[in-house]
């Protein structure tokens, strides 16, 4: 049961982590990966033309970066490791960058901040591309030799792994939508390669549970689950409700059915039992922004009938996605029922360019996630999507997640009025019942219009 804190504010659980998610390629800048050359060869493959070569500048800024998120009373933060950083060739593994890296994990722990670290966030290293990527025969070695080293660098004060990012996002945009690298449109290599990232994941989390277990150390590993739910869009019509079947099961519960029952489960794989998989995951991450409506759509057979979009009796981001925050603790309920791992809300968040539905957005939000709560399920921690404005894939700078604005030219960070509500949730531990000084109610209410 959750304390009431004065004037319907709510108090967070005892230990709850609270802080923000960033991911390497969109904000450190200076990386030379598959993305880097995707976005090189055709600057039209991103919607303003851009690239990620500065991002935000915090390969080089981390350490005053971080200390600003712990003065803003953070206690967690997510980052990602650049792969194509610390192995620039296959085999060879860079001390300077592993030891970079050890120093983001120092900076975090030195600013009050629980770190927690992905492996791999969409990126990767362009010779592991090359040859073939996700779907390479050795993919599930070669990432696991990686996770290793990782460990072996920086784990001993790392407790909090992840070892991939919202796989079936990865595989469906690169490979069913072509917006991504590799830029395929074939129903058929997509679910090879979500295959293919369960098994890199099930490797790499068995490299990091065995090098934690060496040297006596506690590692809580997970994946980064992104939990869209597909719904009919007309609740009555049965050709929606099987249209949205089908793709609902693939996209946000066969990669973790599989993990739960160690096996390749049909309809993507025959049932083979896979090393590490059944204890690869020992809490669940979760990355919710929205839930989807899925119309039958006889002209599409590609994406098996389905059409999704974002529900339009909703307000919508900038980005178009809907906005409701019961969805989230739907999520969380629904993924507790299933799994009964403890839950670490590893992304959540809203692209909004004038910072005008956020601050409502965070405070709604974090009051689904704390009846979730109430309803019984065991979470762990909130991680906002995210600390700066940044570089957000094919939407290049066009969409604007950030707590922090970042001037482009001089790189200076300016906090949002989101950024302080933020801190004085994470300062209080307590969550209020409505966004203080919200610009604008009914903008959140009409949504911020989509694009
Ligand atoms: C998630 C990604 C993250 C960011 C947000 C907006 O799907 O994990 O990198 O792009 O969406």
């Known amino acids: 049961m959750i304390l009431q804190a004065g004037e319907g504010g709510r108090r967070l659980p005892p230990g709850f ?18 993305w880097q050359q995707w976005s090189a060869e055709d600057p039209s493959r991103i919607a303003d033309r851009s690239n990620a070569s500065v991002a935000c ?26 792969w194509a950083r610390v192995e620039p060739e296959p085999g060879w593994f860079d001390r300077a960058a592993l030891d970079h890296y050890a120093d983001v994990v120092r900076a975090c722990r030195a600013a009050g901040m629980e770190p927690v670290v992905t492996l791999h966030h969409f990126t990767m290293p362009r010779w592991f591309a090359r040859g073939g990527g996700v779907l390479r025969r050795d993919a599930p070695r070669l990432f696991a030799r990686y996770a290793s080293a990782c460990a ?67 590692a809580h590993v997970s994946v980064a689950h992104h939990e869209r739910p597909l719904r009919p869009r007309r609740r009555a019509s049965p050709l929606d409700r099987a ?35 059944r204890e690869s995951l020992d809490y ?60 670490l ?14 601050p ?44 922090f604005a970042v001037d482009p030219v001089t790189q200076a960070r300016t906090p949002k009025p989101s950024a302080t509500l933020y801190a004085s949730i994470c300062a209080t531990g307590v969550v209020p019942g409505h966004a203080p000084g919200d610009p604008d109610p009914e903008a959140y209410h009409r949504g911020a219009g989509a694009r």
Request: proline share 4%; aromatic share 10%; glycine share 8%.
């Open 243 to 277: 249209a949205a079947l089908v793709p609902n099961h693939i996209f946000n519960r066969w990669f973790l059915r599989a993990c739960a029952a160690g096996r390749l489960l049909p309809p993507l794989g025959d049932g083979r039992r896979i090393a590490g998989l």
């Open 57 to 82: 500048d915090h390969y080089a800024r981390y350490r005053e970066d971080l200390a600003e998120l712990g003065a803003m009373h953070h206690n967690a933060h997510r980052f990602s490791v650049e």
């Open 345 to 358: 809300i590893t992304e959540n968040g809203v692209a909004d360019v004038a910072d005008e539905l956020r």
């Open 152 to 218: 072996e660098s920086f784990g001993d004060d790392v407790t909090w792994w992840l070892t991939i990012n919202e796989p079936a996002v990865l595989a469906v945009i690169g490979h069913l939508q072509g917006r991504w690298p590799p830029g395929e449109r074939s129903l058929w290599r997509t679910l090879r390669v979500l295959r293919g990232l369960l098994l890199m994941h099930a490797a790499g989390a068995q490299a990091l549970h065995t090098v934690a277990a060496r040297r006596g150390r506690p």
């Open 360 to 403: 409502r957005f965070i405070v709604d939000h974090l009051n689904a996630a704390l009846d979730a709560v109430d309803d019984g399920v065991d979470l762990r921690g909130y991680l906002h999507w995210t600390a700066w404005d940044n570089f957000e894939w094919a939407e290049g700078y066009t969409q604007r997640f950030g707590l």
């Open 284 to 343: 669940l991450g979760v990355n919710y922004y929205c839930d989807d409506a899925v119309s039958f759509d006889a002209a599409s057979p590609g994406t098996l009938f389905a059409r999704q979009e974002a529900d339009p009796s909703l307000p919508h981001s900038s980005f178009g996605w809907a906005i409701d925050a019961t969805g989230l603790r739907r999520a969380l309920r629904s993924l507790w029922q299933e799994f009964r791992l403890p839950l």
């Open 17 to 34: 982590l609270i802080g923000c998610a960033t991911a390497a390629h969109q904000v450190e800048g200076r990386i030379d990966n598959d």
